[in-house]
């Protein structure tokens, strides 16, 4: 992912729920509740993220989920 351009990302549309969600300030345990899926399946989704963009944590793909347009109201 290049620092400068996080919309050159291919994300899948659970990855962006994933962020969405992130943004929001949910919890995994409120995300997996919310999309119907296990925190353990959250937590996979999350891995994939910091995999595909670098970043080493929920702020940093916070952050992203801002810049990409997935904050409050996505």
Avoid: W
């Avoid at 990302?9 to 659970?14: E, F, I």
């Avoid at 702020?59 to 801002?66: G, K, P, R």
């Amino acid at each position: 992912m290049s620092a400068t351009d996080p919309s050159a990302l291919t994300l899948s549309p659970r990855e962006q729920e994933v962020l969405a969600h992130l943004a929001q300030g949910c919890t995994y345990r409120i995300i997996a509740r919310r999309m119907g899926l296990s925190p353990h399946t959250v937590d996979t989704y999350v891995r994939r993220l910091r995999g595909k963009t670098g970043l080493v944590n929920r702020i940093q793909l916070a952050h992203l989920a801002f810049q990409l347009g997935y904050g409050p109201g996505y």
